[in-house]
C-alpha cells in the first residue's frame, strides 16, 4: 500500500519564494581558496579534503561557488588554507 505524501500551502508557497531567490550563475558569490601548507604529515581525512577541493599542491588556487558545502571542507582544514571572496 503506498502512502500520499501531502504537500500543505505553505510549503508550496515557501519552495515558490525559494526558487525566486536562488541567484543565477553570474550572480553566484565566488570564492578564492589557497592551499598555503603541505599536506604531508596530514591525516588521510585532511588530504581527501584537500583533495575534494580541487587543490593538489602548495599555492594552488581555485575558485568555487560561495555554498554551504564549500565552507564545510574550509572549516575542516583551516589550518591549510586561505579564502577570500573573489570580486567581480
Given at each position: 500500500m503506498a502512502v500520499k505524501e501531502k504537500i500543505s500551502k505553505k510549503t508550496q508557497e515557501?519552495?515558490?519564494k525559494e526558487n525566486t531567490k536562488r541567484r543565477t550563475k553570474s550572480e553566484e558569490?565566488?570564492?578564492r581558496i589557497k592551499l598555503v601548507r603541505g599536506v604531508?604529515?596530514?591525516s588521510?581525512?585532511?588530504r581527501e579534503?584537500?583533495?575534494g577541493l580541487g587543490l593538489r599542491k602548495i599555492n594552488?588556487?581555485?575558485i568555487k561557488n560561495d555554498s554551504p558545502e564549500i565552507?564545510?571542507?574550509?572549516r575542516k582544514i583551516p589550518h591549510l588554507l586561505k579564502v577570500e571572496a573573489e570580486e567581480k
Amino acid at each position: 500500500m503506498a502512502v500520499k505524501e501531502k504537500i500543505s500551502k505553505k510549503t508550496q508557497e515557501g519552495a515558490k519564494k525559494e526558487n525566486t531567490k536562488r541567484r543565477t550563475k553570474s550572480e553566484e558569490k565566488k570564492l578564492r581558496i589557497k592551499l598555503v601548507r603541505g599536506v604531508i604529515g596530514r591525516s588521510k581525512y585532511q588530504r581527501e579534503v584537500v583533495k575534494g577541493l580541487g587543490l593538489r599542491k602548495i599555492n594552488s588556487v581555485v575558485i568555487k561557488n560561495d555554498s554551504p558545502e564549500i565552507w564545510g571542507m574550509v572549516r575542516k582544514i583551516p589550518h591549510l588554507l586561505k579564502v577570500e571572496a573573489e570580486e567581480k
